[in-house]
């Protein structure tokens, strides 16, 4: 955390820059209270960069848009219902949401909404104490005084105290907040991650007594935060917190099954741990390899799923364990849990795809492939060969020093042959000499399923053998259909 000195600097120069001035100003003069609220002020105070600009306010949702209208360049109705109402003020994207007391009815974890008297109420009900903070940018009612005779903190769980501490916990109970929103279970592991900070032990308890309240959510809520806390630099603590609560158990199965028993007699390597090495570091590797690309969930779920088709494939076979055919299973089991969880149609084909793929490589440093099945890798891989590079790269994770070395080794063996085979042959973008067209008046056919096969064997030969040229392809194709006795 910043020297609080510095903080506070930090927090005076965001209420003096535009647009918070600006809607302090207006809001004041029309008589309501405005704050800064949640990550903007726990930002300032870690001293991370403040990319978005909460507001909470006494006004109501159409009352927010009279006193914005003037100011912005654009507003738009992101949850009038629910009270928020964005708008574009010089160049900057804010949210202003006017405040909260919902109430619960015991039954449903769906609030009755409605909109609150105080900003201190409206703090109470939110996630987080480190997210429950306030930079009050008005004066509040009743007081007297101008917009820059503020900012006030307003602080009513302790969020500056956990900051602090480096700990997440709840402003109210967090049997009542997770009851409230179960959903907040798996934001403590983000948020976990995301600071390095530890979770209070009442959360982790809480997490423990209500992780089947998880199975509420809808699945694109969970996936939305699971995707959140995989984009993060390091997920794994909260990998590991939603582990040991049981909560992962009822979201995605297949990576606290991971956590394989071993016995004196068949010893293998812990998969849970190998795969939360593999997830990490596909993820340093990936900031290396591309510094200035956003995080690549595809690459990280493959990271993290790579191997969830071992426990359904051990098999012990004398003193030793194997996991066959663990690749093939794997990639099903993560195309039907991706599915489920509501993932998008190329997210789960190119997470699958890497699951499948990942064992591809293993072989290539014992005997160095021929040239055609450096082009066939390419050619599987397709759009995916990066991710796959990043994948096999990261599976490495043996403490056999010289073990690595090899791997790593052979793998730079195979990129090097197939930059070089790229560059001579256009690998990225391998077809047949002969398109479908010319096959067609080449022998002499209609479109049908022979001029499919045609081409696929043309492929093949493309890839056995690299470009062959129109003339030969021509020649290659003629005795192939004449020794169909076409």
Do not use: C
């Not at 093939?328 to 969880?341: D, H, P, S």
């Amino acid at each position: 955390m910043t020297d609080m000195a510095e903080a506070t600097a930090r927090l005076h120069a965001l209420v003096a820059s535009s647009p918070t001035s600006d809607l302090a100003a207006a809001f004041a003069a029309a008589g309501h209270e405005l704050a800064l609220v949640g990550g903007p002020v726990r930002d300032a105070f870690l001293d991370r960069p403040v990319t978005d600009l909460d507001f909470t306010t006494s006004a109501s949702p159409d009352e927010i848009l009279r006193i914005v209208a003037p100011l912005a360049d654009a507003t738009w109705d992101v949850g009038r219902e629910f009270g928020t109402i964005a708008a574009r003020i010089r160049g900057a994207d804010v949210e202003i949401t006017t405040y909260r007391a919902d109430q619960y009815d015991g039954v449903s974890r769906k609030p009755s909404v409605q909109f609150g008297e105080s900003l201190e109420d409206d703090l109470v009900r939110r996630d987080f104490t480190v997210n429950a903070m306030a930079l009050r940018v008005t004066p509040a009612r009743g007081e007297a005084g101008e917009a820059d005779a503020v900012p006030q903190l307003v602080d009513v769980g302790g969020g500056l105290e956990h900051l602090l501490a480096r700990v997440i916990d709840t402003p109210q109970a967090p049997e009542r907040s997770f009851d409230d929103d179960p959903l907040r279970m798996m934001r403590a592991a983000r948020f976990s991650a995301q600071l390095g900070f530890e979770v209070a032990p009442r959360v982790r308890v809480a997490m423990v007594e209500l992780a089947d309240r998880i199975l509420d959510i809808s699945a694109e809520r969970v996936r939305d935060e699971l995707s959140k806390l995989l984009l993060t630099s390091r997920p794994v603590p909260g990998i590991r917190l939603l582990t040991d609560t049981g909560i992962l158990d009822r979201v995605l199965p297949e990576v606290p099954a991971l956590r394989l028993e071993t016995d004196e007699h068949a010893h293998h390597k812990d998969v849970f741990e190998h795969s939360l090495t593999v997830l990490q570091q596909g993820i340093d590797l990936e900031a290396s390899r591309n510094p200035d690309a956003a995080p690549d969930l595809v690459s990280r779920l493959a990271g993290l799923l790579h191997d969830i088709g071992k426990p359904a494939t051990r098999r012990i076979e004398g003193r030793t364990v194997t996991f066959h055919q663990h690749d093939l299973v794997g990639a099903r089991m993560a195309k039907q849990r991706l599915k489920a969880l509501r993932f998008d149609n190329d997210t789960v084909k190119a997470v699958s795809r890497l699951v499948e793929l990942h064992l591809r490589f293993y072989g290539y440093g014992d005997q160095a492939w021929s040239d055609s099945a450096v082009r066939r890798y390419v050619r599987d891989a397709g759009p995916l060969l990066e991710r796959l590079h990043i994948l096999t790269r990261s599976d490495v994770t043996t403490r056999n020093r010289r073990k690595a070395e090899r791997l790593d080794f052979a793998y730079d063996d195979l990129e090097r042959r197939i930059a070089e085979l790229a560059e001579q042959e256009e690998l990225e973008a391998v077809r047949p000499d002969l398109d479908g067209n010319r096959i067609q008046e080449v022998l002499g056919i209609r479109p049908g399923r022979e001029v499919g096969e045609a081409y696929r064997m043309l492929l093949e030969q493309r890839l056995e053998h690299g470009p062959l040229g129109e003339e030969r392809a021509e020649q290659v194709l003629r005795e192939w259909w004449a020794a169909r006795g076409a």
